[in-house]
Protein backbone atom coordinates (compact mmCIF):
# COMPACT_ATOMS: atom_id res chain seq x y z
CA UNK A 1 0.00 0.00 0.00
CA UNK A 2 1.61 3.24 -1.25
CA UNK A 3 -0.59 5.79 -0.57
CA UNK A 4 1.33 7.87 -2.76
CA UNK A 5 -0.55 9.82 -5.81
CA UNK A 6 0.46 8.70 -8.94
CA UNK A 7 2.99 11.89 -10.56
CA UNK A 8 1.78 13.41 -13.47
CA UNK A 9 -2.57 13.22 -12.71
CA UNK A 10 -2.79 16.91 -12.40
CA UNK A 11 -1.02 18.86 -15.14
CA UNK A 12 1.28 21.85 -14.14
CA UNK A 13 -0.40 25.62 -14.76
CA UNK A 14 0.74 26.53 -18.17
CA UNK A 15 4.15 28.68 -17.70
CA UNK A 16 3.02 31.38 -20.24
CA UNK A 17 -0.10 33.70 -19.13
CA UNK A 18 -3.15 33.35 -21.65
CA UNK A 19 -2.91 35.67 -23.91
CA UNK A 20 -6.49 37.32 -24.79
CA UNK A 21 -8.05 36.50 -27.36
CA UNK A 22 -8.61 39.16 -30.66
CA UNK A 23 -10.64 39.92 -32.89
CA UNK A 24 -9.39 41.96 -36.30
CA UNK A 25 -12.04 43.71 -38.06
CA UNK A 26 -12.53 46.07 -41.20
CA UNK A 27 -13.96 49.27 -40.78
CA UNK A 28 -14.43 52.47 -43.08
CA UNK A 29 -16.03 55.82 -43.25
CA UNK A 30 -18.04 56.90 -46.44
CA UNK A 31 -19.85 60.38 -46.55
CA UNK A 32 -20.99 60.16 -50.51
CA UNK A 33 -23.81 61.07 -49.88
CA UNK A 34 -23.14 64.41 -48.11
CA UNK A 35 -20.06 66.08 -49.98
CA UNK A 36 -17.90 63.09 -50.14
CA UNK A 37 -15.24 65.42 -47.80
CA UNK A 38 -15.00 62.22 -44.91
CA UNK A 39 -13.88 59.30 -45.30
CA UNK A 40 -11.38 56.81 -43.66
CA UNK A 41 -10.61 53.35 -42.55
CA UNK A 42 -8.93 50.34 -41.19
CA UNK A 43 -8.42 47.04 -40.27
CA UNK A 44 -7.74 47.65 -36.47
CA UNK A 45 -7.19 44.45 -34.14
CA UNK A 46 -8.77 44.66 -30.58
CA UNK A 47 -9.20 42.43 -27.68
CA UNK A 48 -12.86 40.43 -27.63
CA UNK A 49 -15.47 42.95 -26.40
CA UNK A 50 -14.29 45.76 -28.55
CA UNK A 51 -17.67 47.59 -30.03
CA UNK A 52 -18.74 49.15 -33.20
CA UNK A 53 -17.44 52.72 -31.56
CA UNK A 54 -13.95 51.22 -30.81
CA UNK A 55 -13.74 50.36 -34.48
CA UNK A 56 -14.36 54.19 -35.84
CA UNK A 57 -12.14 55.55 -32.97
CA UNK A 58 -9.33 53.28 -34.78
CA UNK A 59 -10.23 55.71 -37.79
CA UNK A 60 -7.96 58.44 -36.47
CA UNK A 61 -10.83 60.91 -37.48
CA UNK A 62 -12.16 63.21 -35.28
CA UNK A 63 -15.72 62.14 -33.53
CA UNK A 64 -18.15 63.97 -31.79
CA UNK A 65 -20.10 61.90 -29.51
CA UNK A 66 -22.33 62.13 -25.95
CA UNK A 67 -23.48 59.57 -24.03
CA UNK A 68 -27.17 58.69 -23.95
CA UNK A 69 -29.35 56.41 -21.49
CA UNK A 70 -29.66 54.47 -24.50
CA UNK A 71 -25.47 54.19 -25.02
CA UNK A 72 -22.97 56.60 -27.08
CA UNK A 73 -24.23 58.73 -29.92
CA UNK A 74 -22.32 59.83 -32.73
CA UNK A 75 -23.17 63.12 -34.04
CA UNK A 76 -20.27 64.41 -36.07
CA UNK A 77 -16.85 62.86 -38.02
CA UNK A 78 -14.40 64.59 -39.40
CA UNK A 79 -16.25 67.38 -38.77
CA UNK A 80 -19.46 66.66 -40.72
CA UNK A 81 -22.39 66.72 -38.42
CA UNK A 82 -26.06 65.03 -38.22
CA UNK A 83 -28.80 67.88 -39.57
CA UNK A 84 -26.15 69.78 -42.19
CA UNK A 85 -28.70 68.82 -44.75
CA UNK A 86 -32.40 69.07 -44.65
CA UNK A 87 -34.33 66.32 -43.45
CA UNK A 88 -33.07 62.78 -41.12
CA UNK A 89 -29.20 63.69 -42.42
CA UNK A 90 -26.57 61.77 -40.25
CA UNK A 91 -24.46 59.05 -39.30
CA UNK A 92 -25.22 55.34 -38.93
CA UNK A 93 -23.66 52.38 -39.54
CA UNK A 94 -23.74 48.66 -40.64
CA UNK A 95 -21.83 45.20 -39.78
CA UNK A 96 -21.43 42.72 -42.55
CA UNK A 97 -24.08 44.79 -44.43
CA UNK A 98 -26.66 44.95 -41.84
CA UNK A 99 -27.82 47.96 -40.38
CA UNK A 100 -27.92 48.07 -36.82
CA UNK A 101 -30.65 50.40 -35.13
CA UNK A 102 -28.75 50.35 -31.40
CA UNK A 103 -25.82 52.41 -29.83
CA UNK A 104 -22.90 51.93 -31.48
CA UNK A 105 -20.75 50.77 -28.25
CA UNK A 106 -23.69 48.29 -27.47
CA UNK A 107 -22.64 46.51 -30.54
CA UNK A 108 -20.01 43.51 -29.99
CA UNK A 109 -17.09 42.80 -32.79
CA UNK A 110 -16.37 39.31 -34.15
CA UNK A 111 -13.47 38.25 -35.91
CA UNK A 112 -13.63 39.29 -39.37
CA UNK A 113 -16.68 41.50 -38.91
CA UNK A 114 -16.86 44.44 -41.77
CA UNK A 115 -18.32 47.88 -40.25
CA UNK A 116 -19.33 50.55 -42.51
CA UNK A 117 -19.85 54.34 -41.02
CA UNK A 118 -22.03 56.09 -43.65
CA UNK A 119 -23.52 59.55 -43.88
CA UNK A 120 -27.10 59.33 -44.95
CA UNK A 121 -29.70 62.53 -46.00
Known amino acids: ESGAASAG ?13 TVTVSVSVDSSAADGRVSGGAN ?16 SLSVNASS ?33 MRACDSVVLQDGDVVRWFYVR
Open 9 to 21: TVSPPSAAPAQPA
Open 44 to 59: PTFEQGATVYDALMAC
Open 68 to 100: TPLGIYVSAIGGLAEKEYPGESGWKFSVNGEVI
